[in-house]
C-alpha cells in the first residue's frame, strides 16, 4: 500500500511463518565477585564488539567499560567516573567505529566520550546545532562517515521553555547534514514537572541498520515503526495488527512508583499509561532483518524461555516469530542482541533497580549465538 507516496506494509496478527526455536547454549561465563575481589559488576547497560572480537561491556553503576576477550576471559576495565578527559559521568550506551575507537554516550554531559582499546583519552564529540541554547546527545548509532543521533536541544526566553527532540544524520565532527525527524514540546518555566509517559514516549529512535534505515517509533501504543532514508526521506512503515497490553492496578502501581523513584529529584506529577509501550526494542541484522520486541512478545513467557521477537524481513513483512530457549528469569534478565549472539544480563533488573535506590546488587551476563550456532556464555 502506498500514502503519500511512501510504501506502508500493512502486516496481520499473524506471521507468515510458524515460529524459530532457538536453544542458547553456554559458551563462557563470568561471575561477579564479592566487594573484595578484583571483579565487580552493577548495571549493564550494553554491549559492543571490536574487529578482533573482544567485547566491550558498559557498566552504567560503575561508570566503566569491562573489555572481555572471544573466549570470556576478563582483560581489563577502561574508562572511570568523573569529568575530566576520558572520563563518565551517566554512561548509557557503547559501539565500536571503524577505527577501532571506543565510543560511549555520556548523557548527562551531553557528547559522546571516545577512548582507545586500551582506555587513553581519544576526545570526543558534541552536536553542532544553530538556533539552540544548548544541545544534548541523548543516542547514536554509528554508519558508514558518521553518526544518526537524537539530540535534545533547548531554547529559552523569559517565560517558556522549548525543547526539541531531533533525529539527524550527522558527520564525524558533529555536523548535521540530514534532519530525519523531530518532536518540539514547551513547557513555562518554573510550573511543575509532569511526566505523562504516553507523550514522552511515543517519539523514539530506535536504531540504525546496516542498509542505511533510520528507525523511527512515532507511536507510543500503536504497532508502527517507520524507516528513513540517510537523507531525511522517509522508506518504508512497517505496521502490524496488536492489542496494546493493559495494566493491572498491581503494575499501574509499580510503575508509578518506579517512575517517581526514577524523576525523584525533580518532584513530578506522574501520569502512567495504563497500556504497556508496544514497541520496546529493534535490532538491524546485517541480512536486513528486524527483530522487534513488543509488549507482548516478551510477557509472560513460558518456564525455560528467554525471549520471543518479531521478524520482518528487508521488506518489512513479518515472516516469523523467534523464540529463545533458556533457563532465565525474563522479568529479571536484560537481554542485549549483538547480531548471531545474545548477551543476557542475569538478575540486570535487580541491579537496576538497586542502584537507584542507592544500594548494591549481584549481575550475571550471558553473551549466545543463533542460527545454526547457538551458544551462550555467562558472567555473574
Known sequence: ?????????????????????????????????????????????????????????????????????????????????????????????????????????????????????????????????????????????????????????????????????????????????????????????GTPFVYDQEAVNAFRFLGATMSGSVLVLESYSEYRIDAYNLDGTKRMVIEREFEPVRRDGEKLSEEKHRLERYYRRRNP??????????????????????????????KDLPKGIADIVDVFDSEGRWVEQAIMRKEISPEEDFIFYLEDRVFISLAGSGAYLAAMGGLQGTLYLSASGMRESLHCCVVK
Open 269 to 298: 506529577q506522574i501520569i502512567v499509561s495504563d497500556y504497556e509501550r508496544t514497541v520496546l526494542g529493534v535490532t538491524g541484522r546485517a541480512n536486513g532483518e528486524l527483530w522487534v520486541t513488543s509488549s507482548r512478545s516478551c
Open 1 to 189: 500500500m502506498i500514502k503519500d507516496g511512501v510504501p506502508h506494509v500493512m502486516n496481520p496478527a499473524e506471521p507468515m511463518e510458524p515460529p524459530a526455536v532457538y536453544d542458547l547454549r553456554e559458551l563462557w561465563r563470568l561471575e561477579s565477585e564479592s566487594e573484595d575481589g578484583e571483579l565487580v559488576f552493577g548495571v549493564i547497560h550494553g554491549v559492543a564488539e571490536d574487529e578482533a572480537g573482544n567485547f566491550y561491556v558498559l557498566d552504567s553503576q560503575l561508570k566503566t567499560v569491562h573489555v572481555v576477550s572471544r573466549d570470556g576471559r576478563y582483560l581489563r576495565a577502561i574508562g572511570r567516573e568523573g569529568e575530566g578527559p576520558g572520563e563518565l559521568e551517566s554512561p548509557t550506551k557503547v559501539f565500536v567505529r571503524d577505527d577501532g575507537i571506543i565510543s560511549v554516550i555520556d548523557i548527562d554531559a551531553g557528547k559522546l566520550t571516545f577512548l582507545t582499546a586500551e582506555g587513553c583519552p581519544a576526545g570526543e564529540l558534541r552536536a553542532k546545532l544553530d538556533g539552540f541554547d544548548t544541545t544534548r546527545i541523548v543516542s547514536v548509532c554509528r554508519i558508514p562517515h558518521g553518526y544518526v543521533l537524537l539530540v535534545a536541544a533547548l531554547t529559552f526566553d523569559e517565560r517558556i521553555m522549548t525543547k526539541t527532540d531531533l533525529i539527524g544524520v550527522f558527520s564525524r565532527e558533529g555536523c548535521l547534514r540530514a534532519k530525519v525527524a523531530e518532536k518540539t514540546t514547551t513547557r513555562v518555566r
